[in-house]
């Protein structure tokens, strides 16, 4: 049975994401996916929809969790011509992934952050190759695990964005009350809460 | 007891990425397995294709921008080339010609079926495919324009691949130097026939399982043997760049360069078989 509380608390209640921004970035995220790159680099070209989606998991889990994961891997493996449920089994394990990293993340800046995803987004890509191995495709091009590691590189920007834009920040974080009993008081002045926009 | 409820009851995490995992798995098996799928597939890329054309149409019109300011003398360059090259060809043509009324009667003397005609489409290449497993483009013709899957696409020079999908107004070419691609061929020098497979590089085609005392050498072209039914009789492929003789195997390897300029170009001609040659 699932423990997570009814009302999303500490900053997904300070900062709630709402449901119109995350489809909107969720979308030119796709559409960005749909532009015509060029031959000679669709090997080194970042999974936008993957990053956008996990920071969304990360930051909004009660609207983009696996569910919206699933959908999303369906809709890539239609647009690019994959076998359907290809790209939705590694986006469900990554978000899977991203969210039971969730509460540690909290505790790390943008940069920190990436380096945590880093193996998420280069163990999707390489659980994508060898599915198609397992799956009999012809001749896997070995050179896409390196989309896994420029992935991790586009989260930093774009982690850095949607932070603006929800105005979550890293001083932000909520020190546990009984932890550490000397801790400065939530809010205390000299850190400038942005709390809602 | 009327207790309000302290925690949501829903599935936990771990069940329903179990649940979700089973599903994609299982979507993957059917998709691979059989073709259910396909119509699932066509109808979902005649939704997503307009999309795609709205979002490079831009940088189509960024391409025409760049060609309009062209140096004029660039222009006049290519012109005079183009007229020589035209020259040329119509020079060849004549003779090409009389071959074929000659031909004409001597299959004629022999009771031979006349060689289906073939008439060509120009396609631009709108799109290529991030698949890490297929080397796949996308061409701006499709089943409104007469295009059927199987055709034979070429460029200038020689083969480039095969129209593997339609879609009402676009369609997806399997490239030759895709590793499940293959092509029956014909050494031009002796006659020799073989078949040439890709190797999943656009510059390199291979010859898998050659008797190791085959007469190949380097420089040699092979051309479309037409015993297929798909490529018709020869379109140039592939130029022989070495012969790798056997190593623990009892076959030779040979490694050919393809003569159509695979992944270079924007436009290709798809071949089609003209309804009346049916």
Known sequence: ????????????????????????????????????WPDGVTWLLPDFTLAVLLYWSIHAPHR????LAMALGLLADITQGSLIGHHALTYTLSAFAALSLRRRLENFQVGGCALHLAPIFFGQQLLFLLLGLAFHLPGVDWRFLAAGVATALFWVPVARLLDRLTGWTSEMHIEPADSRPSARPVGSAGHGWRGHR | ?????????????PARLALYCLASLALMVVDSRYAAMATVKNTAAELVNPIQDILARPFGYLGKAGDFFIVHGQVLGENRRLILASQVFASRLQGYEALKLENARLRALLDLRPPSGVETRAAEIVRILPDPFNRRVIVDKGATDGVTAGRPVV??????????QVYSTSSQVSLLTAKEQAAPVQNQRNGLRLIVSGTGSNDQ?????????????????????GIDGVYPLGIPVARVVRVEPPRQTPFARVICQP????????HVLIL??????K
Do not use: C, W
Not at chain 1, 64 to 67: C, H, K, P, R, V
Not at chain 2, 272 to 277: G, Q
């Open chain 1, 1 to 36: 049975m699932n423990t997570e509380p009814l009302v999303p608390q500490g900053l997904l209640l300070l900062t709630p994401a709402s449901t119109r921004l995350i489809a909107g970035t969720l979308a030119l995220a796709y559409l960005a996916a749909q532009l015509p």
């Open chain 2, 272 to 277: 089609n078989r003209p309804e009346a040659a």
């Open chain 2, 259 to 266: 003569i159509g300029a695979i992944g270079q170009h924007r």
């Open chain 2, 155 to 164: 460029d200038a020079a020689g083969l480039v691949g095969q129209v593997t």
């Open chain 2, 205 to 225: 085609l291979e010859v898998r399982y050659l008797d190791m005392h085959a007469d190949l050498k380097p420089g040699d072209i092979l051309v479309t043997s």
């Open chain 1, 64 to 67: 983009a969790g696996l569910g």
């Open chain 2, 1 to 13: 007891m009327a207790h309000a409820p302290m925690f949501a009851r829903t599935m936990g995490l």
